[in-house]
């Protein structure tokens, strides 16, 4: 598709629940990252992805949180157990190459609400 | 202190005022990037660049790598420019492509 696709909206778990988020990426796109937007506008940098590869994880509370991009599947991302505290709003964004200079596209977001 | 500062936090503008948004960052960087977030919460990339000036529609972006700074100007503001607008950078170095992000300039433009 022409745009970044995020699934669900909206998404509400009790804590202790699982929660799994989904993104497909522009068709073409190789890299794919996520973000997490807490209280206003603080984004944290979560995990990028070349094609189904992990290309940065450095954001990621691995205990917890797991991701993964593979061939002909949307793009997911996995909280096992949430917390309080991941509530917020996890975008997904995706750009065609590595190069620094090509322009990123954004998803909508999925707002992650933990009761 | 933030790497990528913006001011001002909130800006309310009179329709058809000219307008302007300040960035500043204390980290090398390739790009800038100019966000615009709606209160539906998507994210739009309005300019990405990494020097000179770039024009849209009412909309210019300008870069001083030297001095660190870049500025949004609106022209000719509109109600529909509400939203909040975001400055984030792609840094040296970084295989990773990641973005740090300024903290958001909330604009309201009233008719």
């Known amino acids: 598709g022409e745009e970044v696709a995020q699934t669900p909206k909206h998404l509400v778990r009790g804590e202790g629940q699982k929660a799994k988020l989904y993104c497909a990426p522009i068709k073409g796109h190789s890299y794919v990252f996520w973000y997490q937007q807490v209280l206003k506008n603080e984004f944290k940098f979560l995990i990028s992805?070349?094609?189904?590869?992990?290309?940065?994880e450095t954001g990621m509370p691995k205990e917890r949180f797991s991701a993964k991009c593979l061939p002909n599947s949307p793009c997911s991302l996995e909280i096992q157990a949430t917390k309080l505290e991941d509530s917020a709003v996890y975008f997904c964004?995706?750009?065609?190459?590595?190069?620094?200079?090509?322009?990123?596209?954004f998803g909508n977001g999925t707002r992650l609400t933990v009761t | 202190k933030n790497e990528v500062e913006q001011s001002p936090q909130n800006l309310t503008a009179q329709e058809g005022e000219f307008i302007t948004i300040n960035c500043s960052y204390s980290?090398?960087?390739?790009?800038l990037h100019w966000l615009q977030q709606h209160p539906g919460g998507g994210i739009v990339s309005l300019f990405m660049l990494s020097s000179g000036k770039k024009k849209h529609g009412r909309l210019i972006a300008t870069i001083n790598i030297q001095e660190k700074h870049s500025s949004l100007h609106i022209t000719a503001s509109h109600p529909r420019d509400s939203a909040v607008y975001i400055c984030?950078?792609?840094?040296?170095?970084?295989?990773?492509?990641?973005?740090?992000f300024g903290t958001g300039t909330l604009l309201a433009v009233q008719p």
């Open positions: 984030a950078v792609s840094t040296y170095g970084g295989a990773t492509n990641k973005l740090i």
């Open positions: 964004a995706s750009k065609v190459v590595r190069d620094l200079n090509s322009p990123l596209h």
């Open positions: 992805f070349q094609n189904e590869n992990v290309f940065d």
């Open positions: 980290v090398g960087i390739s790009a």
